[in-house]
């Protein structure tokens, strides 16, 4: 098992290693078997290892594979370890299997490309880099894979760069993710400082022993990396960027937003949850910011054209209620709704990205329109995925994760009334953007004609995914369905369970709300972009529209607050000394090579009066010398 899990992350990287040095010199077949080899051979080997740690280790266990000593100097010891637990289980089951569909779906959606070998290459290094984070022993080698994917993000964001646009979204994610990130490295010295590891399992250990619940160490502690959490997982205040980051390719979007980087801030928290438990203020936080988050995502999601940005809005949204389970303690909860995300958002994605590249790169959803008899298996695909995003009560695995969500928002000790109702206000902000998504995107007039079928290697992921989101729910039931606990109870004995303070409250009747809140903003959405009432036209033209189109005027905040003063500082300091010398030394290189350039002119016989002198300059030099 050990061998097998040390391969998970490596092929990755491997197959990143051969495309991005030979990648050039072979074939676009080749390339497509090496690019999506390495990562569905690990995760046939997560299938093989994730059976053998189930029949093999404790519940509550854990395997430690030390493939060498990385750090040990001034007290700092770090291996670079992989731990496999029940927590890592999940998401690499995720990363390998989701990474793996998206790869087999980019062979045919970018198969025109230019940059082939590029692309699958990146791809290749951002599931190696994720792997690598949830695997992690240490919080320093976490921190590797944590910047890996922070670094692939850029990439993969600005692929087509030759576009001003792309470049500009690459960098604004590089740049506001590196907010959070210097929050968790400030947050990883602390904690070293403090305690003297980076080992999770002996970090954990150790706080719990020396610090009391409420200590200001653990606050701050707790606090930093929940800086970096935000950034990653595009969490206010932070959330700018993802919308943006849908300037790369569909395939891109899918593994972002569904199996890779915005999902490492949930992993983070929850790995260290014994650190959040020690800061009961900054676990009130992670709820609240979740909560806030979202419902103002949800609202600028109901706002959008592009249909690739009204997906990205979700993904904000829903990452959201993971925040609030891990706020109030469900951690387990959150991990669910993780793990059921990532099949219908990636399946949401694709199916959007098949839409897009059928109708020759057209991303406006007003321009569509019609496409239910067209693209009839896109279609019922999309369709499935958006039921599971609303969380259509029964038949859909989006219900069960956030049906969880919501009762513990409500039930769990350091949940309440509040958190609850952004919640249920949330599911009907979802499930009336989604469908307005769905109706304006399949029903009504055809608007623009699509070229032509997609091919298998688009619809298999699409039908595999489509399955996911119906059937995974089923392995957690609530109680008040059945005694199915499948999940919780593989990580139950790892994170703790939620402690409940409303046990009087009937879990049966919150859900019967849940679903009446489900289907009442599906029914809107009916109403409004279906019939198309007059309401919907005026309220598509309001003011307030374009405040939630504009997200909420985070990004001319940051504009005015941050961007434009250190243009404006850049601007008046440009003349400084610095760049006198800098200039100094370019012009001073300029003009040493037109006196040497002299030399290089063409005529045979300068040449060998130049070599002549010199042979004579160094044989009088050794004569008198």
């Not at 990755?12 to 676009?28: E, T």
């Not at 968790?184 to 954990?204: E, K, R």
């Not at 109706?439 to 055809?446: A, K, M, S």
């Not at 001073?588 to 070599?611: A, D, E, P």
């Amino acid at each position: 098992m050990k061998l097998l899990l040390a391969l998970i992350p490596i092929l990755p990287l491997l197959g990143f290693l051969v495309l991005a040095f030979f990648g050039r010199k072979l074939s676009r077949s080749l390339i497509a078997l090496i690019g999506t080899g390495s990562v569905g051979i690990p995760a046939v080997f997560t299938l093989i290892v994730g059976s053998m740690f189930l029949t093999s280790v404790p519940s509550g266990g854990a395997t430690v594979v030390k493939l060498w000593e990385w750090l040990n100097t001034g007290g700092l010891s770090a291996d670079i370890s992989l731990r496999l637990d029940a927590l890592s289980l999940v998401f690499i089951f995720v990363i390998t299997f989701v990474g793996f569909l998206i790869h087999i779906y980019s062979v045919e959606f970018m198969a025109e490309d230019e940059g082939y070998s590029r692309f699958f290459a990146y791809m290749n290094l951002f599931v190696s880099s994720m792997l690598i984070l949830v695997l992690a022993d240490n919080l320093l080698l976490l921190y590797l894979g944590w910047e890996g994917v922070g670094l692939c993000s850029y990439l993969l964001i600005g692929f087509w760069y030759k576009e001003p646009e792309n470049g500009y979204a690459a960098r604004k994610a590089f740049i506001v993710t590196r907010v959070g990130d210097v929050a968790m490295i400030i947050g990883l010295f602390l904690l070293f400082v403090n305690l003297g590891t980076l080992n999770i399992d002996q970090l954990m250990v150790s706080a719990s022993q020396k610090w009391a619940v409420g200590s200001p160490l653990a606050v701050w502690a707790a606090a930093l990396l929940l800086g970096g959490a935000l950034g990653k997982s595009a969490q206010l205040p932070l959330q700018t960027w993802l919308p943006d980051a849908m300037a790369g390719p569909s395939p891109v979007s899918a593994l972002i937003h569904a199996a890779t980087m915005v999902t490492a801030g949930v992993y983070l928290i929850a790995r260290t949850h014994v650190l959040f438990a020690l800061a009961p203020a900054v676990q009130t936080a992670v709820a609240i910011i979740g909560a806030i988050t979202l419902v103002v995502a949800g609202f600028s999601a109901l706002a959008q054209h592009d249909l690739k940005r009204v997906l990205a809005y979700s993904t904000i949204s829903q990452i959201g209620y993971m925040f609030l389970a891990l706020g109030v303690g469900a951690w387990s909860a959150a991990i669910f709704h993780f793990m059921v995300h990532a099949f219908f958002k990636a399946l949401l994605f694709l199916a959007g990205g098949a839409v897009i590249l059928l109708l020759n790169e057209e991303h406006d959803i007003y321009k569509m329109g019609g496409l239910r008899k067209k693209l009839p298996l896109v279609y019922w695909t999309f369709l499935i995925g958006s039921a599971s995003l609303c969380a259509l009560p029964l038949v859909t695995a989006g219900f069960y994760s956030k049906d969880a969500i919501l009762w513990v928002s409500w039930s769990a000790d350091k949940g309440g009334t509040w958190l609850w109702l952004a919640g249920s206000v949330g599911a009907f902000v979802t499930s009336l953007y989604t469908f307005r998504l769905v109706f304006l995107t399949f029903f009504g007039e055809v608007k623009t004609q699509p070229t032509r079928q997609p091919g298998n290697l688009i619809a298999v992921p699409l039908v595999i995914l489509a399955a996911l989101s119906l059937l995974s729910g089923f392995i957690e039931l609530p109680e008040s369905m059945g005694n199915i606990h499948l999940f919780s109870n593989l990580l139950g004995p790892l994170l703790p369970a939620v402690q409940l303070s409303n046990e009087n409250n009937s879990e049966l009747l919150f859900q019967l709300l849940a679903s009446v809140i489900s289907l009442s903003g599906i029914y809107v959405a009916y109403l409004l972009y279906f019939k198309k009432s007059a309401f919907a036209e005026t309220f598509e033209k309001s003011r307030l529209i374009h405040f939630f189109y504009r997200g909420w005027g985070f990004d001319r905040l940051y504009d005015l607050l941050f961007v434009r003063p250190i243009v404006w500082l850049s601007e008046i300091d440009r003349n400084d000394f610095i760049d006198i010398i800098s200039r100094g030394i370019g012009r001073f290189t300029y003009h040493l090579n037109g006196l040497l350039s002299i030399l290089q002119n063409g005529k045979l016989r300068w040449y060998v009066m130049s070599l002549a002198l010199g042979i004579v300059f160094i044989l009088t030099l050794m004569i008198y010398l």
